[in-house]
């Protein structure tokens, strides 16, 4: 049966393949390590890092959306993001590029699904990469300090 959000499969967004395998080998290796020689703590060792594993797969999961399945309304705008929205309407000065445009701004914890969406029907006709800061994005500073 179909979940809230549509579809009941889950998908592991493919950018967190390289975080959830990261921790999952060495975990797989000290599990066999420890089945073969009856060591515990080789066995105790794995539990962290599977514990890790697990939480990669929580952090980067991609589940189904309603959005995914049904298609939007043309005019309809949904939230790009799970999490908190900080900014919504007119964009902060030096945040956004130059002209008529409306920011939203999300806050995503560490439990909120990672994978952002477009919000609107539209066309990309611009792309650019800003270097800067890592600061915590909860910091109101964060928006014009961090890399984007």
């Known amino acids: 049966m179909p979940g809230r959000y549509g579809s009941t499969t889950m998908r592991i967004d493919r950018a967190g393949w390289p975080f959830l395998t990261g921790p999952l080998v060495p ?33 980067f999961r991609d589940p189904d959306r309603r959005c995914d399945v049904e298609p939007a309304d043309p005019d309809e705008v949904l939230s ?19 002209g008529e445009w409306q920011q939203v701004s999300v806050f995503l914890s560490v439990v909120d699904v990672h994978v952002n969406r477009s919000p609107y029907r539209g066309e990309v006709v611009e792309s650019s990469y800003r270097p800067g800061s890592f600061l915590a994005a909860y910091r109101r500073d964060s928006a014009h300090r961090n890399e984007r």
């Not at 999490?83 to 956004?96: C, K, L, R, S, W």
Request: glycine letters at 14%; aromatic letters at 6%; proline letters at 10%.
């Open 27 to 59: 975990a797989a290796g000290l599990l066999a390590l420890s089945r073969v020689t009856g060591r515990r703590g080789a066995r105790a060792a794995a539990w962290p890092l599977l514990g890790l594993s697990a939480y990669m797969a929580l952090f």
């Open 80 to 98: 790009p993001a799970d999490g908190v929205v900080m900014v919504a309407g007119e964009p902060q000065e030096g945040v956004a590029p130059p």
